[in-house]
């Protein structure tokens, strides 16, 4: 192969462009300084799709065959062949940004249907459609804080248990807008809410916490803690995921001013940590959303139809005074993520949720009976997972069961934790003896 | 070519919502106590046959790269290779990121193949891979630069960026907490160096630099524009959108830029679907590689490891970014090696310069590269568009640069041959000689007629449960 397979001229054809357009050869068109040509090597050879797909798959074949008990903020739910399917369907998958509505009307309601299923979810009014995960999702939801909230305040409060990504790159996201974060201390797996009070001042923006938390609880204190920040005039941000608002408590009616976290539970398989940030809040921010928003208007017929909308907020008009620099997003995840909900139905939904609970609860239980561990390691409510204790040395408890064919995280010196949903339940039996034997 | 778009219609609506064709309340009855859990979820329940429906009229109601020539100006819209979309899907694509590296030796060896080939086709030291898409690659690359900046004692505020470049660098630069100094263009829609002398200084962090610019145009000054950025202290950073346009015959670190993203999504053949996800690695030279967001991966021992680069920024995105997209790219990369990369700069450079001499637009500045800026002059280049896709062909971007007025950024790609551009040449034509009534009523073609977007804006109805009382408006 001397050119690329997706550049479809025949040499005739680009011998009769190069003459209409007046010159000999390719290389003339190239207004490209000497001293600044590239006249080397790249050093890399093309392949045959046969041949590179065989080196491929050998080379991911190195990835060893483990049954993954992980969590932590990124879940790995079965996906229905009908998302995998139809979601690959070219008109969708080579789209762009609906820049041009009339002809992209598909992409578009699909996308206000996955808004829309948030602000069933979320009970709040508005929902954009897409962040990248959850983490960049929390960070722009801090920076809206630090814009709606008109005192001087500049202090982001943080759950001591947050997920040290989501942590990293919230200090990037605040840095830039003179915002810093502090943390709050957790009691039993849960908000020390009385610390809380203590640590919200007038100089806060923002209030955040978690339900499910990084360690699998369900905060019982969040209508206290909504409370809270309302009385410091604080937003209060709750960070969830899209499963699990099919079952707990609805965001708005906890007095949430913005729900981030990750809607990839639903829609992508286990993808190295690829992510669909969710983002929804009340209506009086609208103007200070990030990203893209699709509204509904009608053509000239007078017939319903859709449009990406309030477009002034973003940065191919604001520039530098956007809500967010935001363009390409996670548009393709959100649309695969709203099949799955569809494909789901209610009764699907809630059913899955309530699995999250059940499972969690039933493994943890097993788990406990193992002589040296104790699980849960909280007395909460748990949702997919937990925390475990082992009296011997995590580590090397976690290294033993990885030998055995299982994937769990140490998150202490005794601490492992432990994510179970439908996907891998049918190895818990094989996963409890091999706790049984590590310890 | 004519072109109908596929249109289903009942009612007032075309494809119905999911929400009209059914809702159902389930109630929430949990072993939780009540007060953890909801009382109800209201979401549609259908029968997969009716899914499958929805969905693929949805598709068909939907223009893609396999659909036709869609040649947005700076976008890149490439055709996107089954054979990637087959390798993203193996199963063994699939690990959770808390696998211990180990364990993924098959992954990370991936990532480590991708930053290579990346630091080879931009002359650049080091890759992250993290940033998942092209703004989360300016933005990490300004992080970068204030890092390297802070570490050295000299806290500067300003980033200088060309009045025609991507609104994400200002928004990007501004995240950062920078002061963004815009840089007007020369006569010849280029830097112009006297400009430059004059806003570069002991506050310049960095000059942030499409190259090819957005009008397609080489900078062709750029060692000058370098030298004027480094002697002034600052840093230059390659915006890669334009990247496309050298693949293999110039490279980013040759010219001294010192930090840049790469629109893998765009240069690389994966799939922009619909606005996500890209990913947008950035690369660094090597005094700039100790900043770079941790984790990265190494080699070690015949395997692979990840470290934290010393003074690292930290973190961009919460895991590792869009693993699925590039190793996508890994594979188009993969596939076409040196030689396919530099035909496909070749291909997209001649379907450039061979569809603006079929257009009957004037074409101000030049030469180009992989896109033109045409005008239409005293046209209104939106209505052009729009008359556009009743053509079978995606419109160009409109007004944008603004440096040309009612702007038509072309950039057909590799992907056409001489007969599709002709058809996107034809189909230009055609709506420059239309009157503007016609225009005015166009699109009729295609899935909806003319939208009203300024009625959207004013009446935000952003979910179904804003459109609850529609059919009282509709008899009113």
Redesign the interface.
């Known amino acids: 192969?001397?050119?690329?397979?997706?550049?479809?001229?025949?040499a005739a054809?680009?011998d009769?462009?190069?003459d209409?357009?007046?010159v000999d050869s390719?290389?003339e068109?190239?207004?490209?300084?000497e001293?600044?040509?590239?006249d080397g090597?790249?050093?890399?050879?093309?392949?045959s799709?046969a041949r590179?797909?065989r080196?491929?798959?050998a080379?991911?074949?190195?990835?060893?065959d483990?049954v993954?008990f992980?969590g932590?903020?990124?879940y790995?739910h079965y996906v229905p062949s009908?998302v995998?399917d139809?979601s690959?369907?070219?008109?969708?998958?080579?789209?762009?940004?609906?820049?041009?509505?009339?002809?992209?009307?598909?992409?578009l309601?699909?996308?206000?249907?996955y808004?829309?299923?948030?602000?069933?979810?979320t009970g709040l009014?508005?929902?954009n459609c897409?962040m990248?995960?959850?983490?960049?999702a929390l960070g722009e939801a801090a920076?809206l804080a630090g814009r709606v909230r008109e005192t001087s305040g500049s202090t982001v409060l943080v759950p001591d248990h947050l997920?040290?990504?989501?942590?990293?790159?919230l200090?990037?996201?605040v840095?830039?807008?003179?915002l810093t974060v502090e943390r709050y201390p957790m009691d039993d797996g849960a908000v020390d809410v009385e610390a809380v009070e203590r640590a919200v001042g007038d100089d806060t923006v923002m209030l955040y916490a978690e339900s499910p938390t990084l360690r699998g609880v369900?905060e019982?204190s969040l209508?206290r803690l909504g409370a809270v920040a309302d009385d410091h005039d604080a937003l209060f941000c709750l960070g969830t995921d899209i499963v699990a608002l099919?079952?707990?408590?609805?965001p708005a009616?906890v007095g949430a001013d913005v729900v981030v976290g990750a809607a990839d539970a639903l829609g992508l398989?286990?993808?190295?940590?690829?992510?669909l940030g969710l983002f929804a809040t009340r209506e009086s921010f609208?103007r200070q959303v990030p990203g893209?928003?699709?509204?509904?208007?009608?053509?000239?017929?007078?017939?319903?139809?859709?449009?990406l909308?309030?477009?002034?907020r973003?940065?191919?008009?604001?520039?530098?005074?956007?809500t967010?620099?935001?363009?390409?997003?996670?548009?393709?995840?959100a649309?695969r993520t709203a099949?799955h909900?569809?494909?789901l139905?209610?009764?699907?939904?809630?059913d899955l949720a309530?699995r999250c609970?059940?499972n969690a609860r039933d493994l943890a239980e097993r788990l406990d009976e193992v002589v040296g561990v104790q699980a849960p390691v909280y007395d909460r409510?748990h949702f997919r997972e937990f925390v475990v204790h082992t009296d011997q040395p995590a580590e090397a408890v976690a290294s033993d069961i990885?030998a055995d064919g299982f994937?769990v995280?140490t998150v202490g010196e005794h601490r492992l934790q432990v994510c179970v949903t439908e996907t891998n339940e049918r190895h818990a039996d094989a996963l409890v003896a091999a706790f049984e034997e590590a310890v | 070519m004519r072109y109908d778009?596929a249109r289903y219609?009942t009612d007032?609506?075309?494809?119905p919502?999911?929400?009209e064709k059914d809702e159902?309340?389930?109630e929430?009855d949990?072993?939780?106590?009540d007060?953890?859990?909801?009382d109800s979820?209201?979401?549609?329940?259908?029968s997969?046959p009716e899914?499958?429906r929805?969905?693929?009229?949805?598709?068909?109601?939907?223009?893609?790269?396999?659909?036709g020539p869609?040649p947005?100006g700076s976008?890149t819209?490439?055709?996107?290779?089954s054979?990637t979309?087959?390798?993203a899907?193996?199963p063994?694509?699939?690990?959770?990121?808390?696998?211990?590296p180990?364990?993924?030796?098959?992954?990370l060896?991936?990532l480590h193949?991708l930053q290579e080939?990346l630091a080879?086709?931009g002359?650049m030291d080091a890759v992250t891979l993290q940033p998942?898409?092209?703004?989360?690659g300016?933005?990490t690359g300004i992080?970068v630069a204030k890092a390297y900046h802070e570490a050295n004692g000299d806290e500067r505020s300003e980033v200088i960026v060309p009045a025609s470049a991507?609104?994400?660098n200002?928004?990007?630069?501004?995240?950062?907490?920078?002061e963004?100094v815009e840089l007007p263009s020369g006569d010849d829609g280029r830097v112009d160096l006297d400009a430059l002398a004059a806003a570069v200084g002991d506050e310049t962090a960095a000059l942030m630099l499409t190259n090819p610019n957005t009008l397609g145009?080489?900078e062709?000054d750029?060692?000058e524009i370098a030298e004027t950025v480094h002697d002034a202290g600052g840093l230059l950073y390659y915006d890669g959108a334009n990247l496309n346009a050298?693949l293999?015959?110039?490279?980013p670190g040759?010219?001294g830029f010192d930090i840049m993203h790469y629109?893998v999504?765009k240069t690389f053949?994966t799939?922009?679907?619909?606005?996500?996800?890209?990913a947008?690695p950035v690369g660094v030279v090597s005094d700039l590689a100790e900043y770079l967001p941790?984790p990265q991966v190494r080699e070690s021992d015949g395997g692979y490891e990840l470290f934290d680069p010393e003074r690292s920024?930290?973190?961009?995105?919460?895991?590792?970014?869009?693993?699925?997209?590039l190793l996508k790219a890994?594979?188009y990369?993969?596939?076409?090696?040196?030689?396919?990369?530099r035909?496909?700069s070749?291909?997209a450079?001649?379907?450039a310069?061979?569809l603006a001499?079929?257009i009957d637009l004037d074409v101000p500045y030049g030469?180009?590269?992989h896109e033109f800026a045409a005008t239409a002059g005293d046209r209104d280049a939106a209505e052009l568009?729009?008359g556009m896709?009743d053509h079978g062909v995606?419109?160009p971007?409109t007004k944008?640069p603004e440096l040309v007025p009612e702007a038509m950024l072309t950039e057909p790609t590799?992907?056409?041959?001489?007969s599709?551009l002709d058809d996107l040449a034809a189909a230009f034509n055609s709506v420059v000689t239309a009157d503007e009534e016609t225009l005015a009523?166009a699109?009729t073609r295609?899935?909806?007629?003319?939208?009203?977007?300024v009625?959207?804006?004013r009446n935000?109805?952003?979910?179904?449960?804003?459109?609850d009382g529609?059919d009282a408006d509709d008899t009113a």
Not at chain 2, 30 to 33: G, I, K, R
Request: aromatic residues 8%; negative net charge; contains cysteine.
């Open positions: 192969m001397t050119g690329s397979p997706y550049a479809p001229h025949t054809e680009t009769a462009m190069l209409a357009v007046g390719e290389d068109l190239f207004d490209i300084p001293a600044v040509t590239f090597s790249l050093g890399f050879d093309s392949k799709e590179l797909r080196e491929i798959e080379t991911l074949a190195r990835n060893d483990l993954e992980l932590r903020g990124h790995d009908l995998s139809l690959r369907r070219s008109e969708f998958l080579t789209s762009y940004t609906q820049y041009q509505p009339e002809i992209t009307q598909g992409f309601q699909v996308l206000f249907e808004q829309s299923f948030l602000v069933e979810l009014p508005v929902a897409s990248y995960d959850a983490a960049t920076r997920h040290e990504g989501k942590a990293g790159v200090d990037n996201y840095a830039g807008a003179d369900i019982p209508a099919a079952l707990l408590e609805e009616a398989p286990t993808s190295y940590g690829m992510g609208l893209r928003l699709v509204g509904a208007s009608e053509d000239a017929a007078g017939t319903r139809a859709f449009t909308t309030l477009q002034t973003e940065q191919h008009i604001r520039k530098e005074r956007a967010s620099n935001i363009c390409t997003n996670q548009a393709w995840v649309l099949m909900v569809a494909s139905g209610a009764d699907g939904m809630v309530e609970v059940t409510h990885e994937a995280h | 778009q219609s007032g609506v075309y494809e919502l999911l929400s159902t309340a389930v929430v949990s072993e939780l106590p007060d953890l859990t909801r979820v209201t979401l549609p329940s259908l997969e899914l499958a929805h969905y693929t009229r949805l598709s068909q109601m939907n223009y893609g790269v396999e659909t869609y947005l976008c819209m490439k055709y996107n290779p054979f979309e087959d390798v899907a193996l063994s694509g699939g690990v959770h990121p808390d696998r211990s180990e364990s993924v030796q098959g992954t060896a991936v193949g080939f080879e086709i002359g998942p898409a092209g703004a989360a300016e933005f992080l991507h609104g994400t200002f928004a990007s630069a501004a995240m950062a907490g920078y963004v145009l080489f062709r750029i060692v050298l293999g015959r110039a490279r040759d010219m629109n999504h053949a799939p922009h679907g619909g606005g996500g996800p890209g947008g941790r920024i930290g973190k961009v995105h919460g895991y590792a970014g869009n693993w699925l997209v890994y594979a990369i993969a596939r076409l090696g040196d030689a396919g990369l035909d496909a070749a291909k450079v001649l379907n310069n061979y001499s079929r030469p180009f590269h568009a729009k896709l995606h419109p971007t944008w590799e992907v056409e041959n001489r599709s009523d699109p295609t899935a909806a007629g003319r939208i009203d977007q009625g959207a804006a935000p109805r952003l979910s179904w449960h804003a459109l529609d």
